[in-house]
């Protein structure tokens, strides 16, 4: 290695003239305009192809693949173009190419997690665990798919956090955004209530919603009512889910929970909540 830095060192030295700092201006700005060209045909050529599918679960997959063909291209770019200025300047790559041969036993111990997170980040993009877009959990994280690499996935909280997450260390992952979603209810009402007829009421309001114009092309199915699911001291749980499009969960709850408190009230069904009962002791009772 050392007999490698004197030639790079002797050669840079020796070589270096305007002609040569001229050349090598104009391959960067070649190089500049290579790589946003390149962009720009891989995302005009993945956008074709977006724009002809329409289910959106496809469209985040294809999403992904343009932002990972983007970044191995663009590598390959600028490895290329690295190698060739420094060749310029007489720095041979054929004798650091072949020290990959000492630099193997460092390929295998430290460049190990490298290798792993690439296989492991192939892995996961084609069998579409991840994609772009995608609101997940993975080891202790959860938040929304920013960025996937071959080597990390991006994750942004919704508090905006972001966690950078490598590939090689991810254990488990759980898409709450793969193909289509369920919100929870476990609606409490109190003990005194008629539970077939606050089941009559919530499998309405279920209709409503999905009859709404705003809210119909988001809720995929009825609403299911399991029944009484839980006793608790001061009421009783039913549950309930519905089935919505992807990343659509929250915003369908919500609504739904508004309806239901608006409804119960008209219908006298009670939610229950804790209260606390003060009795005063009249004088000369003991407290």
Do not use: C
């Not at 460049?111 to 665990?129: N, W």
């Not at 793969?178 to 109190?190: G, R």
């Not at 077939?196 to 199915?221: C, F, I, N, Q, W």
């Amino acid at each position: 290695m050392d007999a490698i830095l004197k030639q790079i060192l002797t050669n840079s030295t020796n070589k270096i003239d305007l002609m040569l700092i001229g050349k090598s201006i104009l391959e960067f700005i070649i190089f500049i305009i290579v790589l946003r060209l390149v962009n720009k045909g891989l995302y005009l050529f993945f956008d074709k192809i977006i724009s002809k599918v329409k289910d959106n679960e496809t469209r985040k997959h294809y999403h992904t693949l343009r932002q990972l063909g983007v970044y191995i291209v663009d590598a390959l770019i600028i490895l290329f173009f690295v190698t060739n200025i420094l060749e310029n300047f007489g720095i041979n790559m054929k004798p650091i190419l072949a020290t990959a041969g000492v630099l193997g036993v460092a390929v295998g111990f430290g460049a190990k997690k490298i290798v792993e997170d690439i296989f492991t980040g192939l892995s996961i993009i084609l069998t579409g665990q991840v994609r772009v877009g995608d609101y997940v959990t993975i080891n202790n994280s959860t938040g929304t798919v920013e960025k996937f690499t071959l080597t990390m996935i991006i994750l942004r909280t919704f508090n905006g956090d972001v966690h950078y997450l490598r590939n090689g260390q991810i254990d488990t992952i759980v898409n709450q955004t793969k193909d289509f979603s369920y919100p929870l209810f476990n609606i409490s009402v109190a003990y005194k209530t008629n539970i077939t007829h606050a089941m009559h009421v919530l499998r309405e309001l279920g209709r409503e919603l999905r009859e709404d114009p705003t809210y119909s092309k988001y809720v995929l199915s009825d609403i299911e009512v399991f029944g009484l699911n839980e006793f608790q001291d001061s009421a009783i749980i039913i549950q309930a889910r519905i089935k919505t499009t992807p990343q659509e969960q929250w915003m369908v709850k919500r609504k739904f929970n508004q309806m239901v408190k608006e409804r119960f009230e008209k219908e006298g069904i009670e939610i229950p909540f804790n209260q606390l009962v003060v009795h005063k002791a009249e004088e000369g009772q003991e407290v």
